[in-house]
């Protein structure tokens, strides 16, 4: 799915970040598609995500949903929508969704040449690939690229700049701790893609050498 192509960072962030969809389709795999989702999500958290939504429910990891709710919650048609924060976990994800093999696509976005490895170390030939092409046209009336890594870690662009600017300095000042402010960037996101403990760093990183921007 393209709305999650377009993640900023630097490498040794985006290595820590996977998206992945798992999407059953209408005419081909849509009916009878609920218990094969719940198979598969059953799968995720058992490997541990990041973060995640079912679109049946549409809560996220952090909002005190218990993991059985949201299996109970799968109806035929459920899209779900997840990250994962570490190269082994996304390698251990797709070796085991590869062997529950319930015939529903399975959408992995990432660094494209480390998606493409691990695809290749579980045995996975990938049957569609979709790159970003960047940012073009009025770019400089986007905020700055340290905002942008965590404004595009939501696909729909509902975490607002100003939030994180808002957070970093709170971070900075000691209002709040970098998790609990991760918390407050990772809330707004409808599509279960934002990832918290990338953020988490990312809010360290920056929150000692933060000044207010003239953006």
């Not at 909002?63 to 799968?74: K, N, R």
């Not at 918290?196 to 990183?205: A, F, I, K, V």
């Amino acid at each position: 799915m393209t709305h999650s192509l377009h993640r900023e960072g630097k490498i040794e962030s985006l290595e820590k970040d996977y998206a992945v969809f798992i999407y059953p389709a209408r005419g081909y795999n849509y009916k009878g598609s609920a218990p094969k989702v719940r198979r598969l999500v059953e799968i995720v958290y058992q490997v541990g995500p990041a973060n995640m939504i079912a679109t049946t429910l549409r809560k996220n990891l952090y909002s005190g949903v218990e993991p059985e709710a949201v299996l109970d919650s799968i109806k035929e048609g459920c899209r779900v929508f997840t990250v994962f924060n570490s190269r082994d976990k996304i390698r251990d994800l797709l070796k085991n969704l590869k062997e529950a093999d319930q015939g529903i696509s399975i959408v992995v976005s990432g660094l494209i040449d480390r998606v493409r490895d691990i695809a290749a170390e579980v045995g996975i030939n990938p049957h569609t690939i979709n790159l970003s092409l960047g940012i073009h046209g009025g770019t400089e009336k986007l905020p700055p690229a340290d905002i942008r890594q965590f404004t595009t870690m939501c696909g729909h662009a509902m975490i607002s700049p100003k939030l994180v600017q808002d957070v970093i300095r709170r971070v900075k000042t000691g209002k709040v701790d970098s998790w609990k402010g991760s918390m407050i960037l990772a809330n707004p996101c409808a599509c279960g893609i934002y990832n918290p403990h990338r953020s988490q760093e990312m809010l360290e990183d920056l929150s000692p050498l933060y000044t207010v921007s003239r953006w």
